[in-house]
């Protein structure tokens, strides 16, 4: 018996040995592929790089013909209608989420059905959203949304210029029908593993349903919550095909947000198969670092937040 508990244990430990090397491996794997990326596309920059430095992020002209790059269009384009889309998305998103958690979770069924529809909707191909947005959501913001805009609201800067569907606001509603189903999903799950002791103690005081989700489960679940908009900003920062089908896809800054624009990853799939010469292929490359590094702050710049929120917290009623 004791020789037999010795060979388990033996077998455990080694079990346990082959356990953390995968683990490790797989931890140092992810990280050398960031790294691999990363190396590989400041090198393939590097002419760029040098040609321009800094100046290549501040240009505001983007001319191939005469080997003139500027960045900086397609910085704010991305910048804007990712903000769009959060600003848009994310009060659409929560609700549903605090629907699906809080109220449709009892009834027979319906939560689980809605929960379905909400992932499926996840799973559609971005060029589908992008047909749909240029046959439907075009012609409708061309024609019902963004003339009274224009009409009542033209004196203010953001809606100063005259219609034409295809532009910053357009896109911004496209990723945001995008994202509200990854926010959804994900809010609902943290939204649902909220201990029920928490909204009990509420209940037992006399708290209404919004009192109880406003200061019982939504501070709880905040940093989830967190994580799950970043999530979808990530999405919206790595958007191509539905977006550069209603974008516009002109090279400019403006104040308006029914002018056209152009993203990171617009120019990316419009020209890159375009370049001419080596200098304009490298700008391109540098494009690319530039998304890359893009999303690493701000997939940086959430854990941060995140661990300012959750630092020492603790639940108070």
């Known amino acids: 018996m004791a020789n037999l508990s010795k060979s388990s244990r033996r077998a455990r430990s080694r079990g346990d040995v082959v356990l953390r090397s995968l683990v490790a491996t797989a931890a140092i794997g992810i990280v050398a592929l960031l790294l691999v990326l990363g190396a590989e596309l400041v090198n393939n920059s590097g002419l760029s790089l040098t040609t321009y430095g800094l100046g290549f992020l501040t240009g505001t002209v983007w001319d191939p013909v005469h080997l003139v790059f500027g960045a900086l269009p397609f910085i704010y384009g991305t910048l804007l209608t990712s903000g769009l889309a959060l600003?848009?998305?994310?009060?659409?998103?929560?609700?549903?989420?605090?629907?699906?958690?809080?109220?449709?979770?009892?009834?027979?069924?319906?939560?689980?059905?809605?929960?379905?529809?909400?992932?499926?909707?996840?799973?559609?191909?971005?060029?589908?959203?992008?047909?749909?947005?240029?046959?439907?959501?075009?012609?409708?913001?061309?024609?019902?949304?963004?003339?009274?805009?224009?009409?009542?609201m033209g004196f203010l800067p953001i809606f100063g210029t005259t219609p034409i569907g295809t532009d910053f606001l357009t896109a911004g509603v496209i990723l945001a029908i995008?994202?509200?189903?990854?926010?959804?999903?994900?809010?609902?799950?943290?939204?649902?593993?909220?201990?029920?002791?928490?909204?009990?103690?509420?209940?037992?005081?006399?708290?209404?349903?919004?009192?109880?989700?406003?200061?019982?489960?939504?501070?709880?679940?905040?940093?989830?919550?967190?994580?799950?908009?970043?999530?979808?900003?990530?999405?919206?920062?790595?958007?191509?095909?539905?977006?550069?089908?209603?974008?516009?896809?002109?090279?400019?800054?403006s104040a308006s947000l029914l002018s056209e624009g152009y993203t990171l990853t617009s120019l990316i799939v419009n020209q890159f198969n375009e370049t001419t010469s080596s200098l304009y292929a490298s700008a391109m490359v540098e494009i690319g670092l530039i998304l890359f590094a893009l999303a690493l702050a701000i997939n940086f710049f959430a854990r941060v937040l995140v661990?300012?929120?959750?630092r020492g917290a603790r639940f108070r009623i």
């Open 178 to 253: 995008m994202i509200i189903p990854t926010v959804t999903a994900v809010s609902r799950d943290i939204l649902n593993a909220v201990p029920n002791s928490q909204r009990e103690a509420m209940y037992s005081l006399g708290a209404t349903d919004w009192e109880v989700t406003r200061k019982a489960v939504l501070p709880y679940a905040r940093s989830g919550i967190f994580g799950a908009t970043i999530l979808g900003l990530g999405r919206a920062v790595g958007e191509t095909m539905a977006v550069t089908m209603v974008i516009g896809n002109a090279p400019s800054i």
């Open 87 to 152: 600003l848009i998305g994310l009060p659409i998103s929560l609700g549903v989420a605090i629907f699906l958690s809080e109220k449709a979770r009892n009834r027979r069924g319906m939560g689980s059905l809605l929960g379905a529809l909400v992932e499926l909707l996840a799973a559609v191909p971005s060029v589908i959203y992008g047909l749909w947005g240029l046959f439907f959501l075009v012609p409708v913001m061309k024609n019902y949304v963004e003339p009274p805009l224009h009409s009542y």
């Open 307 to 310: 661990w300012r929120m959750t």
